[in-house]
């Protein structure tokens, strides 16, 4: 059974750090792109940042980029999400999720297959 | 950044009813992706590729469209179809959801 666990969030001070982990098993780690995906209180979901299977890749949407880190430690089957210079804005629970790439015949495709319980992370003073 | 915008954004059906959730993006997309969200819990795929059913999602349930506009379709409402739903595309490896769908039951 996949099961993705995070951990590591708590409240934080507008402009310290944060670092979230999600722990993986029931699969093979090394295999999957892995996301992290943020969904602030009472709102809806957004897409954070990506990371290809060996590591080499990662992916950020604008408001995060230079603040925040998507890394992943293969051997530990554990992916991380180093958040710097954080803001109120960044209050969240933050969920890690499993990509899975599919072909279609004529075009590839991912879905974010499997989701952690989540972390939450209050930035607030 | 493709934008998609979800329609409507609270509906409540009633148990049999049919029920259509729409959703159009701001540019043309090669497929859509659905998910499901209950309160307390995490997302579920639900829908992918447009109009594949995830494991295990019973098939009252179907997506359909192209182009700029899909949708999600429930053929009879159920209780435990009670659910925020959101849409999904990739684009420029910068995955975007709608705002969300929230169900309820009349």
């Known amino acids: 059974e996949v099961q993705l666990v995070e951990s590591g969030g708590g409240l934080v001070q507008p402009g310290r750090s944060l670092k979230l982990s999600c722990a993986a098993s029931?699969?093979?780690?090394?295999?999957?792109?892995m996301h992290w995906i943020r969904q602030a209180p009472t709102k809806g979901l957004e897409w954070v940042a990506s990371?290809?299977?060996?590591?080499?890749?990662?992916y950020y949407r604008d408001s995060v980029k230079g603040r925040f880190t998507i890394s992943r430690d293969n051997a530990k089957s554990t992916l991380y999400l180093q958040m710097d210079s954080l803001r109120s804005e960044d209050t969240a629970t933050y969920y890690c999720a499993t990509d899975t790439s599919y072909y279609d015949g004529t075009y590839y495709y991912d879905v974010m297959d499997a989701w952690g319980q989540g972390a939450s992370v209050t930035v607030s003073s | 950044e493709i934008v998609l915008t979800q329609s409507p954004t609270t509906m409540a059906a009633s148990p049999g009813e049919k029920v259509t959730i729409t959703c159009r993006a701001s540019s043309s997309v090669s497929y859509m992706h659905w998910y499901q969200q209950k309160p307390g819990a995490s997302p579920k795929p639900w829908i992918y590729?447009?109009?594949k059913l995830a494991s295990g999602v019973p098939n009252r349930f179907s997506g359909s469209g192209s182009g700029t506009s899909y949708s999600l379709t429930i053929s009879s409402m159920e209780t435990e179809d009670t659910a925020t739903y959101y849409c999904q595309q990739w684009s420029s490896n910068s995955p975007t959801f709608g705002a969300g769908t929230k169900l309820e039951l009349k």
């Open positions: 590729d447009t109009s």
């Open positions: 029931g699969f093979t780690f090394s295999n999957y792109g």
């Open positions: 990371i290809s299977p060996s590591g080499g890749s990662t």
